[in-house]
T-cell receptor
Framework: GQQLNQSPQSMFIQEGEDVSMNCTSS?????WLWYKQDPGEGPVLLIA?????ELTSNGRLTAQFGITRKDSFLNISASIPSDVGIYFC???????????????FGRGTQLTVWP | GAVVSQHPSWVICKSGTSVKIECRSL??????MFWYRQFPKQSLMLMAT?????????EQGVEKDKFLINHASLTLSTLTVTSAHPEDSSFYIC??????????????FGPGTRLTVL
């Protein structure tokens, strides 16, 4: 299946700093999604991107759908302790056949925020 | 909106027993539900895709006779781990989506079920 390369694998930052993480793929995606997972919980959708070049914000979070459709990044500005968690990128290719709606996930970025 | 629940949140069972996990979409009708497995410090691995009223589509390497999936209604899917063994211990997460344009056509995840097989 498609492989998503997500980096960095982990980040240790101080409260107030900005954070950036990205995902790249060898395949084209029609949708890029960013999820956050807290320990022992399911992922929560943060931002959904549907058009190449699209830049979308959700509070302190900003994500972009790369022009080539093979990459996306997520920025978090002015980090706070509750930003701690694992952030996953996910891509979706086509909406045909049995792979309808199927997502491919990155390996995740573990974010730690020091007060 | 877009709330997905799972039950139980955790379960401990003896080797050889079967365990059923329920996934419900609480405020929307889910045409499709997905089951994932996640090992510690790893990403989500898709096990199967389930459409209401039809057989689930399993990913390569996932034993359909071991992981029985039933999607009997638009709000409920169940995963039964049959004859569980310690290597089946994992975090099982479901997601649900409505395959139509609108706010629910993305996958919304349940809180997960921690399975420990002794």
């Amino acid at each position: 299946g498609q492989q998503l390369n997500q980096s960095p694998q982990s980040m240790f930052i101080q409260e107030g700093e900005d954070v950036s993480m990205n995902c790249t793929s060898s395949s084209i995606f029609n949708t890029w999604l960013w999820y956050k997972q807290d320990p022992g919980e399911g992922p929560v959708l943060l931002i959904a991107l549907y058009k190449a070049g699209e830049l979308t914000s959700n509070g302190r979070l900003t994500a972009q759908f790369g022009i080539t459709r093979k990459d996306s990044f997520l920025n978090i500005s002015a980090s706070i302790p509750s930003d701690v968690g694992i952030y996953f990128c996910a891509g979706r290719t086509t909406n045909r056949g049995s792979t309808l709606g199927r997502l491919y996930f990155g390996r995740g970025t573990q974010l730690t925020v020091w007060p | 909106g877009a709330v997905v629940s799972q039950h139980p949140s955790w379960v401990i069972c003896k080797s050889g027993t079967s365990v059923k996990i329920e996934c419900r979409s609480l405020d929307f009708q889910a045409t499709t539900m997905f089951w994932y497995r996640q090992f510690p410090k790893q990403s989500l691995m898709l096990m199967a895709t389930s459409n209401e009223g039809s057989k689930a589509t399993y990913e390569q390497g996932v034993e359909k006779d071991k992981f029985l999936i039933n999607h009997a209604s638009l709000t409920l899917s169940t995963l039964t781990v049959t004859s569980a063994h310690p290597e089946d211990s994992s975090f099982y997460i479901c997601s649900a989506s409505l395959l139509a344009a609108g706010p629910y056509n993305e996958q919304f995840f349940g809180p997960g079920t921690r399975l420990t097989v002794l």
